[in-house]
Nanobody, 123 residues
């Protein structure tokens, strides 16, 4: 079955950048949408961004629009989340997910989750 592995998290100062990767194994991401979610301590998991593999459409939550960029490689194996101008409120565990479709920035009908990667924004 499809497996997703995230990488790229870490500790960064406010205003800094990180690039998260979500790599698929066993199968490609053809026919899936892929979304990034995050969960901060004591808060519910929330959608951040979503990309459709069929046409490359991308969507962002208002809180990250203009700072984050989601993309997919041509082989449809890896999805990236480039995060610029990071803020302390971006601190969370970030998860990628393969799902049926993007409903705006939220990935719906999730079939597969990655294990998560910690992003901490602090001075």
């Amino acid at each position: 079955q499809l497996q997703l592995v995230e990488s790229g998290g870490g500790l960064v100062q406010p205003g800094g950048s990180l690039r998260l990767s979500c790599a698929a194994s066993e199968f490609t991401l053809d026919y899936y949408a892929v979304g990034w979610f995050r969960q901060a301590p004591g808060k519910e998991r929330e959608g951040v961004s979503c990309i459709s593999s069929s046409d490359g459409s991308t969507y962002y939550a208002d809180s990250v629009k203009g700072r984050f960029t989601i993309s997919m490689d041509n082989a449809k194996i890896t999805v990236y989340l480039q995060m610029n101008n990071l803020k302390p409120e971006d601190t969370a565990v970030y998860y990628c997910a393969a799902c049926g479709y993007c409903s705006g920035y939220v990935c719906h009908d999730v079939g597969y989750w990655g294990q998560g990667t910690q992003v901490t924004v602090s001075s």
